[in-house]
C-alpha cells in the first residue's frame, strides 16, 4: 500500500522568497505523483503530475517538482512565490497499475505568503 | 475544456430534509468521483463512478445515495444527515478509472443543522 507523507504542516515564507514544499511517499510499486494546490473555500487545482519520463515537471504558476526514485520524493518548488500563492498544497501518489482506486493524499503544507 | 462544474456552491439543511448535489463535466471523462473534505484535511474517497457504473463504494453510509444518470453528470442524493456531515463535498472526474490525474470541481459547502 502506498502513503504520503508532507514533512511540513505549515510554510511561513515572505513574498518573492523561495519555497520548497516536501513529499515522501512510500510504495512498492511503480507510481503516478501529483501536487494538488487549494486556495480558500475553493476545490483542488492540478499543479503538475509525474507519470513518466524527466524527473523534474513544470507546473503551473512557475511550480516544478523533482522526482527522484532513490529517495522517494517529490518536492515542490518556486524560486520567487506571490502572495497569491498562499493556499493550501496537497501531495498525492497513485499506482500506475491500481490508479483509479487509490490516489492517497498526503495531509497537506499550508503556505503562507506575507509582504 | 478542463472544467468540472457543482451546484449548488452552498447548501444549509436540517437533518430531516432531503436534498441533492450535482456535477457535471464535458470533458468526455468516464470516471467520476464523490469525496469528502473536512477542514484542513485531505479530500476522502466516498464513490467513484466507471462508465456509469458504481465501482466504490468506501463503505460510505446509506444516508449518502450517488447516481450517475449519464457519462457527464453525477448526482449525490442527501437524506437524514447528521451535524458531522457538515464538510466540502468535492467532485471529481478523470479519463477513466485507471488514470491517476483527476480534474476537481469547486465543491458544495454542505451544512447540516
Known amino acids: 500500500a502506498q502513503s504520503v507523507t508532507q514533512l511540513d504542516s505549515q510554510v511561513p515564507v515572505f513574498e518573492e522568497a523561495p519555497v520548497e514544499l516536501r513529499c515522501n511517499y512510500s510504495s512498492s510499486v511503480s507510481v503516478y505523483l501529483f501536487w494538488y494546490v487549494q486556495y480558500p473555500n475553493q476545490g483542488l487545482q492540478l499543479l503538475l503530475k509525474?507519470?513518466?519520463?524527466?524527473?523534474l515537471v513544470k507546473g503551473i504558476n512557475g511550480f516544478e517538482a523533482e522526482f527522484n526514485k532513490s529517495q522517494t520524493s517529490f518536492h515542490l518548488r518556486k524560486p520567487s512565490v506571490h502572495i497569491s500563492d498562499t493556499a493550501e498544497y496537497f501531495c498525492?501518489?497513485?499506482?500506475?497499475?491500481?490508479?483509479?482506486?487509490?490516489?492517497?493524499f498526503g495531509k497537506g503544507t499550508t503556505l503562507s505568503v506575507s509582504s | 475544456d478542463t472544467e468540472v462544474t457543482q451546484t449548488p456552491k452552498h447548501l444549509v439543511m436540517g437533518m430531516t430534509n432531503k436534498k441533492s448535489l450535482k456535477c457535471e463535466q464535458h470533458m468526455g471523462h468516464r470516471a467520476m468521483y464523490w469525496y469528502k473534505q473536512k477542514a484542513k484535511k485531505p479530500p476522502e474517497l466516498m464513490f467513484v463512478?466507471?462508465?456509469?457504473?458504481?465501482?466504490i463504494n468506501e463503505s460510505v453510509p446509506s444516508r449518502f445515495s450517488p447516481e450517475c444518470p449519464n457519462s457527464s453528470l453525477l448526482n449525490l442524493h442527501l437524506h437524514a444527515l447528521q451535524p458531522e456531515d457538515s464538510a466540502l463535498y468535492l467532485c471529481?472526474?478523470?479519463?477513466?478509472?485507471?488514470?491517476?490525474?483527476?480534474?476537481f470541481g469547486p465543491g458544495t459547502r454542505l451544512t447540516v443543522l
Open positions: 509525474y507519470l513518466s519520463g524527466s524527473t
Open positions: 471529481a472526474s478523470s479519463q477513466d478509472s485507471m488514470q491517476g490525474e483527476r480534474y
Open positions: 463512478y466507471s462508465y456509469e457504473k458504481l465501482s
Open positions: 498525492a501518489v497513485s499506482d500506475i497499475y491500481q490508479a483509479g482506486t487509490a490516489l492517497i
